[in-house]
């Protein structure tokens, strides 16, 4: 298996425009996680799916933030409008029950 | 909820010598415990897992950890530092929630390792 696949790997964007990173799960995994990491913040959950249904969105920053999960094999994390503060590595990981979480190479996106 | 504290931001050791990295978990039940690695650029890889049974577990590049419910502590340690294993260590606590473990991370501990 390929592991985790995150797109795009680095995105440099301007404020206010519409960010999305893209997220495919390792195959036969039903939990996907989507992680925010900023120095300040350190590693913080942002949602997590179970069979492609959004189970907590606790840690979604605010309603700029909305993540789809239309199949088993595809989850987005949009950003509209995006903001400097929403600088950050997005990492997506995927497990199957509450076992270890497998971890995708991330997304370094950054808002001028 | 629970929390993770990682006390040390930044360790050198020479390679060679031993390495102890300390973690300290807060939660109000039996804990799952994790310890991933991240190098530089990259994602998260498990090193080591705890769920329950032997407290001293065995992880992946000669690491293991030990957890202590007295001292509510689950330090990543190694006998002998290679230069590759300068990266970034992050000690997690996961919560059952009934359908998957939440992971809340510590800090990190970034270890640099001098030759």
């Known amino acids: 298996d390929a592991g985790v696949i995150q797109s795009p790997r680095h995105e440099v964007t301007e404020m206010g425009q519409e960010v999305t990173l893209r997220c495919k799960p390792i195959s036969g995994h039903d939990y996907l996680f989507w992680y925010r990491q900023t120095m300040m913040r350190g590693l913080e959950l942002l949602i997590y799916?179970?069979?492609?249904?959004?189970?907590?969105d606790s840690g979604m920053p605010e309603d700029r933030f909305s993540a789809k999960m239309p199949n088993a094999s595809f989850s987005t994390l949009k950003i509209q409008p995006s903001e400097p503060r929403d600088s950050a590595v997005y990492f997506c990981a995927s497990s199957q029950n509450y076992n270890e979480q497998f971890f995708g190479p991330g997304t370094r996106l950054t808002v001028l | 909820a629970q929390s993770v504290t990682q006390p040390d931001i930044h360790i050198t050791v020479s390679e060679g010598a031993s390495l102890e990295l300390r973690c300290n978990y807060s939660?109000?039940?039996?804990?799952?415990l994790f310890w991933y690695v991240q190098s530089p650029g990259q994602g998260l890889q498990l090193l080591l897992k705890?769920?329950?049974?032997?407290?001293l577990v065995q992880g992946i590049k000669g690491f293991e950890a030990e957890f202590k419910r007295s001292q509510s502590s689950f330090n990543l340690r190694k006998p002998s530092v290679h230069w590759s294993d300068a990266a970034e260590y992050f000690c997690?606590?996961?919560?059952?929630?009934?359908?998957?473990?939440?992971?809340?991370f510590g800090t990190g501990t970034r270890l640099q390792v001098t030759l």
């Open positions: 705890y769920f329950s049974g032997d407290t």
């Open positions: 939660y109000g039940a039996t804990p799952y």
């Open positions: 799916f179970n069979n492609n249904v959004p189970i907590d």
């Open positions: 997690a606590v996961g919560a059952y929630t009934g359908t998957a473990s939440k992971l809340t």
